[in-house]
Structure formats: structure tokens, C-alpha cells
């Protein structure tokens, strides 16, 4: 299973470990190979995967900056 480490503060200074709430959800969700660090996988995504993959990541950015306007 993927492990990853980071921590950081939130918005009211309670220590926040995002990393390892995405541990817990591979856990969950029992994902044993996180596609994300293989680089194979990466290599054989087409054009449109790409533009999808582009698409969610704006997506995601967006929701960032609306959650710390708030």
C-alpha cells in the first residue's frame, strides 16, 4: 500500500494531515496500487485522458480558492 507523509495547518491552526486522510481512504476503499505514482500508467493515457485529466485538476484548484475566500 502507498504511504505518504505531509502535514499542515488549517485555517483555525488545528494540525490538518491531509496526506494521511488520503491513506485512509486508500485503506477504505481497499487501493493497493495508486495509479497516480506509475509512471507506465501516465505514459499510455491518451489525448483525451489528458484533457479530462486537466479539466479535474481546474476543477479542484477552484475549489481551493473558493474554500479559502471563505
Known sequence: MVQLTCTKK???DR???S????NKLL???EIDDMAF??????K???PE???QLESYFQYLVE???KIKKQ
Not at 19 to 22: G, L, P, Q, R, Y
Not at 37 to 42: A, L, M, N
Request: hydrophobic letters at 30%; aromatic letters at 14%; charged letters at 30%.
Open 10 to 12: 488549517n485555517s483555525s
Open 15 to 17: 494540525e490538518f494531515n
Open 19 to 22: 496526506v494521511d486522510a488520503i
Open 27 to 29: 485503506e477504505k476503499y
Open 37 to 42: 505514482f506509475d509512471i507506465e500508467k501516465w
Open 44 to 46: 499510455s493515457m491518451s
Open 49 to 51: 485522458q489528458i484533457r
Open 63 to 65: 475549489q481551493s480558492k
